[in-house]
């Protein structure tokens, strides 16, 4: 059974950082690429960045780019994500998921098979 499950959200103040983990259990094959979203309330879904086991981080979100940072250690089966200069707008609930295949530079969202169960994080003052 393949379990991902987040932890590291919590409440921030603007400006700060946090970090995320995504540890992945169950899943038997060797490449896979995990995912990183956010909701926030009343919003859709966003993709914030994603990473591979073999090619790296192959797609950054551009209201991201420069502040976030997704990292893996394998030895762990966890993936990291590293997020800095925090602001209100980064405010929502964080899933990390896990796509086996995709076609085109990187996974979309319908692709992404495993999901984990979300970490909130809340940027206020």
């Known amino acids: 059974q393949v379990q991902l499950v987040e932890s590291g959200g919590g409440l921030v103040q603007p400006g700060g950082s946090l970090r995320l983990s995504c540890e992945v259990s169950?899943?038997?094959?060797?490449?896979?690429?995990i995912g990183w979203f956010r909701q926030a309330p009343g919003k859709k879904r966003e993709g914030i960045s994603c990473i591979s086991t073999s090619d790296g981080v192959i797609y950054t979100a551009d209201s991201v780019k420069g502040r976030f940072t997704v990292s893996r250690d394998n030895a762990k089966d966890t993936v990291y994500l590293q997020m800095n200069s925090l602001k209100s707008e980064d405010t929502g609930v964080y899933y990390c998921?896990?796509?086996?295949?995709?076609?085109?530079?990187?996974?979309?969202?319908?692709?992404?098979?495993?999901w984990g169960q979300g970490t909130q994080v809340t940027v206020s003052s």
């Open positions: 998921a896990l796509a086996e295949w995709y076609i085109g530079s990187h996974p979309t969202s319908d692709e992404y098979e495993y």
């Open positions: 169950g899943f038997t094959l060797n490449y896979y690429v």
